[in-house]
């Protein structure tokens, strides 16, 4: 069972240029300062921008119903954490305690976890491993043309970045590029 934690922080929201019409969610580890994307679909961008800008819409959106729903069954949201990246897709649960004491473990949408932990107050929390690729996927991807998800790159493009990699004896960030391209056409080949 994993027990070491790095706690995250909103650090951004901005239009995703390699997926048009979603976002990217910018996290933060509140230690290193490394930061890593996060792409979200357009609503649930709108909810993390108002939690985060702090307005009061008119009516409550899904993620306020979500939380009062919750609070009125005696329901306590503790944590948010994301337990988990693959080929550039992040998964998170909700760290719930039930009125009897019961912790309860609830799988979700990285986008809604954090949208709703936001609405808590509650921290976020993932992985120094989780931290680790995703921040170097931040940084081994970044500059690079298309920005965002690792999904929106070809294996020819990733080849193209492990090579540069191989030229500059960056072998530990090689393993990792390695690793992604294999895991991609593992998947292609299920297909």
Request: net charge negative.
């Amino acid at each position: 069972m994993k027990t070491e934690r790095i706690e995250l922080a909103v650090a951004g929201l901005s239009a995703s240029e390699s997926s048009p019409g979603n976002y990217a969610l910018i996290l933060e580890d509140t230690q290193s300062r490394r930061r890593f994307p996060v792409i979200i679909g357009a609503a649930e961008a709108q909810s993390i921008a108002v939690c985060v800008e702090q307005m009061r819409p008119p009516r409550p959106l899904a993620h306020d119903l979500y939380v009062q729903s919750m609070e009125a069954l005696g329901v306590k949201i503790e944590e948010m954490i994301i337990r988990s990246v693959a080929d550039g897709i992040f998964y998170a649960a909700l760290i719930l305690r039930a009125a009897d004491g019961r912790r309860i473990e609830a799988d979700a949408r990285t986008s809604d976890a954090i949208a709703i932990a936001l609405r808590c107050g509650a921290p976020m929390y993932t992985y120094p491993e989780v931290a680790e690729e995703a921040g170097f996927l931040a940084e081994v991807f970044s500059g690079r043309q298309k920005k965002g998800s690792v999904s929106a790159y070809t294996v020819a493009e990733m080849e193209e970045i492990l090579q540069k990699l191989l030229d500059k004896e960056d072998y530990e960030s090689a393993a990792r590029v390695r690793a992604m391209i294999g895991r991609r056409q593992a998947g292609d080949a299920e297909r």
